[in-house]
């Protein structure tokens, strides 16, 4: 199976640079399941129940979040109604929406879609490992399920990195979100799962994480409430991790960063090339 993911979207830079290209990477990549998390893709701050929407029209499968899943008030009571939604698994009991998806393809194969998300320098939290192993002990990878990727929405790399392990041979992918910036360790773990510590944002890098600089700067100089920090507008870097994984074991065969457009070092999946939107001269020199 070919399955991408693309990491946070930010703000409308990151929203319509996805929207835009995720219908001929899913031609181009002969993608047959995509995820995307969008918790910062209205404005920066969650997402709204019509965002979700084009997003699923323009070919994602299903969506993560993490913990500015509430930010659009409106997904409070939304989110109970949309099955391909994903928040934290290891919210505490009681939270609207599911920790977990279970989606099925046209073809009648299964792709279960979880977040966990990290305590390390974020709110306090049930223990991600124990909710993993909670809803994996209902899957068995390969025979009951043919992928399952696992959204990691963290803060330390360490913590990232010993839930891929824990999990190495389990799930066919493990990849982190929430740093909004991508790392360069993709790999598929001795077990056969596919990992990469961060997946980095959709958004412009001409920022502070997503950002708008100025307002992000002077929330580090100076102890006054400042103006509301809103998106960067540039051009998006569409980040994200392709994993090709074996239908009959669920482990991943190969893992690809995907890095897209904006300013960053182009990274693409191999056969990607030819996709119309950014062919060629489009595409930015390194370094720019
Ligand atoms: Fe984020
Ligand atoms: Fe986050």
Redesign the pocket.
Known sequence: MRILFLG?IVGRSGRSAALDALPGLRRDLKLDFVVVNG?NAAHGFGITPKICTDFYEAGADALTT???VWDQRELISYIDGDARLVRPANFPKGTPGRGAAEISLPDGRKVLVVQVMGRLFLEPLDDPFQALEDILSRYRLGATIAAIVVDV?AEATSEKMALGHAFDGRVSLVVGS?SHVPTADAQVLPGGTAYLTDAGMCGDYDSVIGMGKDVAISRFTRRVPGDRLTPADGEATLCGVFVETDDRSGRALSVAPLRIGGRLRQAFPEGWRNTKAFRGDSVPPYPP
């Open positions: 946070d918790e993490g913990n500015h929405h929430h």
